[in-house]
T-cell receptor, first 113, second 112 residues
């Protein structure tokens, strides 16, 4: 019953190349988020979206851009990947401001050599 | 800047024992979330605490929130091996938007 699907699940690429990660949801949730997880840091918010074409920056947005052209899809782009962006990336969604906690996808493990 | 600190970061305990994980945060917020993460897996929502004094329980886990002290606790009662995981607390940066700031996580190992 995976309401959130991230693709790809694993990717290895080289420094300087562009990378796009995709998050697809079937929950019809308004809010979508991209986090990165690194040892010792917990999860940190990169960007988030509060509706189609409405996005904003999080804690660690430098070097990342996002787009949301449909409710169900939220794309994260690394314009020119660097080794410091090697991480596990999680997409999350939330229905509204009150109910429940965010629902997380299974993550994308990205390695930049 | 909102900071969220958990302690301890590592906890090894025996089955059957009780223990508490603490989550302190630096600025006013009345929404706090607890998540569980198994190795290599996603995060699973455990509790959503939405007001001062909120207490929620699920099985052997109980979470509480004291907004005046800016403190939440996750209490484990009579631990069992299946509770071994990493536990994260998270606080809204902007109240209600679920722009979450996470603690570093507490890696809990429960030994038979």
């Amino acid at each position: 019953d995976a309401g959130i699907t991230q693709s790809p699940r694993h990717k290895v690429t080289e420094t300087g190349t562009p990378v796009t990660l995709r998050c697809h949801q079937t929950e019809n949730h308004r809010y979508m988020y991209w986090y990165r997880q690194d040892p010792g840091h917990g999860l940190r918010l990169i960007h988030y979206s509060y509706g189609v074409k409405d996005t904003d920056k999080g804690e660690v947005s430098d070097g990342y851009s996002v787009s949301r052209s449909k409710t169900e899809d939220f794309l994260l782009t690394l314009e020119s990947a660097t080794s410091s962006q090697t991480s596990v990336y999680f997409c999350a969604t939330a229905p509204d401001r009150v109910r429940g906690g965010s629902i997380f996808g299974d993550g994308t493990r990205l390695s930049i050599l | 800047e909102l900071k969220v600190e958990q302690n301890p970061l590592f906890l090894s305990m025996q089955e059957g024992k009780n223990y508490t994980i603490y989550c302190n945060y630096s600025t006013t917020s009345d929404r706090l979330y607890w998540y569980r993460q198994d190795p290599g897996k996603s995060l699973e929502s455990l509790f959503v605490l939405l007001s001062n004094g909120a207490v929620k329980q699920e099985g052997r886990l109980m979470a509480s929130l004291d907004t005046k002290a800016r403190l939440s606790t996750l209490h484990i009662t009579a631990a069992v091996h299946d509770l071994s995981a990493t536990y994260f607390c998270a606080v809204d940066m902007i109240q209600g938007a679920q722009k979450l700031v996470f603690g570093q996580g507490t890696r809990l190992t429960i030994n038979p």
